[in-house]
């Protein structure tokens, strides 16, 4: 697509459920990444994939936080036993696979956690 | 580790005078630096970047960045500001010599442009 595209945009969930957020990167970007942005923060790196391989899943916060990219396109980041701490804006990012033409970011999905 | 820093969680300008957001960062080798903008309930959207060449950046809607080796900056500046610059800006620094490793964003600054 034209744009990184990330679905849904806004998520209410109560605390204890299960949920999943997707991106739908650039047509071509190799590299896709997931970041999470609290009111008034800068984006904190969470997981990037290159291909289908998580390349670097250190920023995730603990073991409830997983994400997949079966073939190397869509993501899912999926959020066990949700916490009200995980309310967030959570954001995705594709590039080439060196990054030196630069990062798209979404417009993000809002998890609000009740 | 990579990091990057912006002292200041707010600068005020008046429209029409020229604007400075700092940022200094960490990072080993030669970096690779962006700038961000934020406007409100909308994702980031890219300025600009340094890679390598002219320390000198031009990027979107007349902002321009110097690469400063020696003092580890990399600061955002306009000539002139408008009232529709008013956002909030990140900073961000990627380590070199890797493929696509993350890049790693400042705390942010909220540039407020008043008319």
């Known amino acids: 697509g034209a744009g990184v595209s990330q679905t849904p945009s806004n998520k209410v969930t109560e605390k204890g459920k299960y949920v999943e957020l997707r991106c739908d990167p650039i047509?071509?970007?190799?590299?896709l990444y997931w970041y999470r942005q609290s009111l008034g923060q800068g984006p904190e790196f969470l997981i990037y994939f290159q291909g289908t391989g998580a390349a670097d899943d250190s920023g995730l916060p603990n073991d409830r936080f997983f994400a997949v990219r079966p073939e190397g396109s869509v993501s899912t980041l999926k959020i066990q036993r949700t916490e009200r701490g995980d309310s967030a804006v959570y954001l995705c990012a594709s590039s080439f696979t060196t990054g030196e033409r630069g990062y798209t970011f979404g417009s993000g999905t809002r998890l609000t956690v009740v | 580790a990579q990091s990057v820093a912006q002292p200041e969680d707010q600068v005020n300008v008046a429209e029409g005078n020229p604007l400075t957001v700092k940022c200094t960062y960490s990072v080993s080798g030669n970096p690779y630096l962006f700038w961000y903008v934020q406007y409100p309930n909308r994702g980031l959207q890219f300025l600009l970047k340094y890679i390598t060449g002219d320390n000198l950046v031009k990027g979107s809607y007349g902002f321009e960045a110097e690469f400063n080796k020696s003092q580890t900056s990399f600061h955002l500046k306009k000539p002139s500001a408008l009232v529709s610059d008013s956002a909030l800006y990140f900073c961000a620094v990627r380590a070199p010599y890797s493929s696509a490793s993350k890049i790693i964003f400042g705390s942010g600054t909220r540039l407020s442009i008043r008319p």
């Open positions: 047509s071509g970007h190799t590299a």
